[in-house]
Structures are given as structure tokens and as C-alpha cells.
């Protein structure tokens, strides 16, 4: 594509994604300076279309953001009125209590929300503020600088043949620069992996690590419905073979999200997250909960779950990364949304004094200190060995030595200092000839459900003629390493089916896409590449 010549446009700030801290960097620009000229680069169809969260949102990012939001017509109404969690076995829970809970993880105080709602009422402020948002616009490729700095970015190319050349009706797109520019992408995007890897901004961090949440919306029967409730779970069905958990939040309409996260470090290849997560709802506590209701939506992102130790350098020249793009996720809270916020707020005010003072294209050092040492740093480091704890010695250690840690961390203070993670997640991977395969039920359509028709229910789409959007760095490596030492597990991790082996030959549906990026983590030999399809295209979620 480098040799097309585009059209570009000036801005001051140029910001690619519009989830919550994409969202807050621009409010607060525009709060600081009516006059910046900010834009922001969406590649959902609209702004929430690929939003997806548990989510109980901790309003403290809102609270600084915007301080009066509570009679700004939010479409956060349902405050957590109630907290369980319960430790599953297959017939049975036995229900921990709270009271010897570190205070971190107590809920009061918090909302179960749709954060692709969210994030859809703060577009409408941002623009009502002035900022641009342009929905429907992939960001597929940085601009470099003359001082190698990360000048802009490429959005908006359509129309590419299906090997990716240029066509009668390619529309080649626009260079956006800015003095600076925030990468708010969400986990694993794109550019935010060019960039930690061309800066080396991970060079002192722990290997990232990852888990696959999936989601369903359900309305029940409103007998059993009661709004405000959150539980937690742990245990069967995953037992020994991985990490993970479930959520429960009761919002309103009769409505529950109920989400399955499987933590991407497993070593089975034989493990499928997605028929774990279908299994989970016939465990009796849950299909009581659901029986008589009905499914209305399905999506599944993957979650950063590294936490303090695994964060980069979150500055760069030309520009920062802004929440999942750096993965300032709280893992034992299951909350990342208040640290994206209070990150998008931080850029914000840190490019707007570097403007003020005349600077441009430089490395904002002074925000990633905050991010390290301020309300986000202390945040995750409080709860920083939870995590590698699990990865380590498994979930009664956690639960125990986890939870003890952060009562010392309340304290200020722990006894294990800060312990680190081993290996990234597809590294973690064991061949298959260690393992047994994994025999799961096949889903009854009425509680669980195959892959293909949940997908149907993310409202996913792509052009077909356009490249595919995942990339094989060697075409050999599925059928001739994949396959024999690991099963080809592509065809598991999957939680939209984009993967298939047929007849000895490796397909990939990428129409299928979800947009979850778990295939370019998991993969063990790291051969497949996400890159952003053509704007627009993608799940089109309703309320995540």
C-alpha cells in the first residue's frame, strides 16, 4: 500500500477507538481547550458496536471524568445491590462469604451496565463537545515521522481485491495526523503490538497474559430475575484443566449477562473454552436461573490479564496507549473500564500541557509515570501476585495466598514482593500427546449452543471479497506442525468457529470473526496475525 498517495488531514489529536478510554481522552481534551481539534477513529459500524464487557463499572473514572454524570442521562441505573461467590462442583456450590474478602473486591457502591451503552451516550457528549468521531473508519496502518515518531495514522481503505491488491474500486483512504497520537484499540490491537515492539516498550515487563471471555444475554423469567445481583463462580466445570471463572449480573428487563472466562495459559490442547463455557450452564445453579428464558445475544473478547507487572511502557514517541491497549485490567476485581477511563483522562491532560508548552511528536514521559505511580498503578498493584499465583499453584493458592496478599497490599505493604509471570500464553501450550482428548456434550439448543448459531446471535458480518483479515506468517505451519504435535488447536480456542480442518487442508472462515483475538494469542507457534478488516465490518453488539 506504500505506494498509493493519500489525502491527509491535520489534527491535534488523533485517537483510534472509541471504547471508554478512546471516549474520556477526548471529553477531557475538549474540556481543557474547546479549540483542539480532536478526532477519533472507530472501526465498529457504530461507536459500541464492538464493545464488550462483563461489566460492574467502578463510576471512580466517571467521578473524575465527568462529575455530574449521574444527571447527564447515563444508562447506568442499576446499582449492585447484592454479592455472591460460589465455588462450583458438578452437582453442587458451596458459597464463599464476604466478610473475609479484602475491601478491594467488595462491590457496593457499583453498576451493572452495557458498556457498549456506555460508551454510546459518551460519543453523543464528545461530540456535543466538538469532537469528530467517525464510526465505520479501520485504522490499518501507522505514519511514521522524520524523527521516526509515530505522526498518524491510515484509516478508511476499502474495496482491496481479495489477495489484498488494489482494485478498480479500491478506495485507498486518509493519512489523519496529529501532534499526538492515543492508541485506545482494546486488547491486542494491531498498531498497539507494532508499536510496543518497534519502542520495545515491554523490555522490563513479565510476558502478557490473557484470558477468553465469552458472553450471552439472556431474558429469564422474572420470578428468578433480581436485579442488582452479581455472582461469581470458580471451579467445575474447568477443575484442573484451567483457570477461569464465571459471572452472573442481574441487570434490568428481566435481563442477566451471563460470561465464562477460560484462562488463555492452559496446557491441553484438547480444552475447547467455548463448550466449557456451554457446559457451565447446565451445572443445576444456572440452568434453574435460565430455564424458560431465552438467549438474545452472543460475543466473546479476549481480556488482558498480566495486570502491574505485565504493563509496558505506556508512552511513545508521538503518542500513548490507553487502557487494554496497555491491559489495566484488574483481574481479581474483573474490572479494567475505571482504569481505561482515568488513562484516557491522564493522556488527555498530559498532551494538552505538552501542546500548551509547544511540543509535539515527543514521548510524553510524564503520563506513563502517572499511569505507573497514580490511581491506575496503585489500582493493579494491590492485587498484582493474585494472578501469577493462580498461574503457578493453581486456585486454592490463589484464593488463599492471593487473598492474603492483598489484605497485606491494604496495608501497604507485601510479603511476596512482586512475583512475575513465566511465559506467555501460547508458550504455555503442551502437545497433545501429553493430554487426553476432552469429551464434551453436544448442546441440547435449548440451554447451550453450537458455535455457528451463537455467532449469529453477535450479529457478525463481513465482505466477502475482501482479504481476510487473519494472516498465516507460513501457510505450512497448521497442517504440517499444528496438527500433529497440538491437534491444530485453532479449531477449539475459536469461540466464533473461524477455524476449520478439512480434508488435511487448514480453512479459515474469517467472516466468522468476533474480532476476540484469541488466535493471535493462543497460537502456539504465533503464526497467526490479526489485522483490522475493512471498517464497519464485525459483530454489531446491541448491548454489551
Not at 483542539?36 to 464493545?51: M, P
Not at 489523519?176 to 498498531?191: D, I, M, P, T
Not at 501476585?385 to 505493604?413: E, I, Q
Request: one cysteine or more.
Amino acid at each position: 500500500m506504500a505506494e498509493i498517495e493519500r489525502e491527509s488531514m491535520e489534527y491535534d489529536i488523533v485517537i483510534v477507538g472509541a471504547g471508554p478510554a478512546g471516549l474520556s481522552a477526548a471529553i477531557r481534551l475538549k474540556q481543557l481547550d474547546a479549540d483542539l481539534n480532536v478526532v477519533v477513529l472507530e472501526k465498529g459500524s457504530e461507536v459500541g458496536a464492538h464493545i464488550l464487557s462483563g461489566a460492574v463499572l467502578d463510576p471512580c473514572g466517571l467521578d473524575a471524568l465527568l462529575p455530574d454524570w449521574r444527571d447527564m442521562g447515563s444508562p447506568i441505573k442499576v446499582p449492585v445491590k447484592k454479592d455472591n461467590f460460589y465455588i462450583l462442583g458438578e452437582a453442587g456450590q458451596v458459597r464463599i462469604p464476604n466478610f473475609p474478602m479484602p475491601p478491594l473486591m467488595n462491590n457496593h457502591g457499583n453498576y451493572i451496565v452495557s458498556m457498549a451503552n456506555v460508551c454510546r451516550w459518551m460519543g453523543e457528549i464528545a461530540e456535543g463537545l466538538g469532537v469528530e468521531i467517525f464510526p465505520g473508519m479501520a485504522c490499518s496502518d501507522l505514519v511514521f515521522g522524520d524523527n521516526d515518531e509515530v505522526k498518524g495514522v491510515v484509516a478508511g481503505v476499502f474495496g482491496l481485491e481479495a489477495d489484498g491488491s488494489i482494485g478498480e474500486n479500491t478506495e485507498p483512504g486518509m493519512e489523519l495526523h496529529g501532534k499526538y497520537v492515543f492508541l485506545s484499540e482494546g486488547v491486542r490491537g494491531s498498531l498497539s503490538k507494532q508499536v510496543i515492539e518497534k519502542y520495545d516498550l515491554a523490555k522490563d515487563a513479565s510476558p502478557q497474559k490473557y484470558g477468553l471471555g465469552m458472553k450471552e444475554i439472556w431474558e429469564i423469567d422474572p420470578e428468578k430475575h433480581s436485579e442488582g445481583t452479581v455472582t461469581h463462580t470458580s471451579g467445575w466445570p474447568l477443575g484442573k484443566n484451567a483457570g477461569g471463572g464465571s459471572f452472573i449480573y442481574h441487570l434490568d428487563n428481566n435481563q442477566v449477562y451471563v460470561g465464562f472466562v477460560v484462562h488463555l495459559n492452559y496446557k491441553n490442547p484438547h480444552l475447547f473454552p467455548y463448550m466449557e463455557f456451554q457446559r457451565f450452564k447446565h451445572h443445576p445453579l444456572v440452568a434453574d436461573l435460565l430455564k424458560g428464558g431465552k438467549r438474545v445475544a452472543y460475543g466473546a473478547r479476549a481480556i488482558t490479564e498480566g495486570g502491574y507487572q505485565s504493563m509496558p511502557n505506556t508512552a511513545f514517541p508521538g503518542g500513548a496507549l490507553l487502557g487494554c491497549s496497555a491491559g489495566m485490567v484488574n483481574v481479581p476485581r474483573i474490572k479494567g473500564n475505571h482504569n481505561a477511563m482515568l488513562s484516557g483522562k491522564a493522556a488527555a491532560e498530559h498532551a494538552y500541557k505538552a501542546i500548551q508548552d509547544g511540543r509535539a511528536g515527543d514521548t510524553l514521559v510524564d503520563y506513563n509515570d502517572e499511569v505507573k505511580t497514580g490511581p491506575i498503578g496503585k489500582d493493579l498493584k494491590k492485587v498484582r501476585n493474585v494472578k501469577p499465583l493462580w498461574s503457578n499453584y493453581g486456585f486454592t493458592a490463589s484464593l488463599v495466598l492471593g487473598g492474603f496478599d492483598m489484605w497485606t497490599n491494604t496495608l501497604g505493604f507485601s510479603l511476596f514482593g512482586t512475583i512475575a509471570h513465566k511465559k506467555n500464553d501460547a508458550d504455555s501450550t503442551e502437545e497433545a500427546s501429553m493430554h487426553q482428548p476432552i469429551d464434551y456434550p453436544k448442546p441440547d439448543g435449548t440451554l447451550s449452543f453450537d458455535r455457528l448459531t451463537n455467532v449469529s446471535f453477535s450479529a457478525t458480518n463481513h465482505e466477502e471479497s475482501q482479504p481476510a483479515h487473519l494472516h498465516l506468517k507460513d501457510a505450512s505451519i497448521p497442517i504440517d506442525v499444528n496438527l500433529p504435535k497440538y491437534a491444530e488447536p485453532a479449531q477449539r480456542y475459536c469461540p466464533a468457529g473461524v477455524y476449520e480442518v478439512v480434508d488435511e487442508k487448514f480453512v479459515i472462515n474469517f467472516q466468522n470473526c468476533v474480532h476476540c483475538k484469541t488466535c493471535d494469542i493462543k497460537d502456539p507457534s504465533q503464526n497467526i496475525v490479526w489485522t483490522v478488516p475493512q471498517g464497519g465490518d464485525g459483530p454489531n453488539y446491541p448491548n454489551m
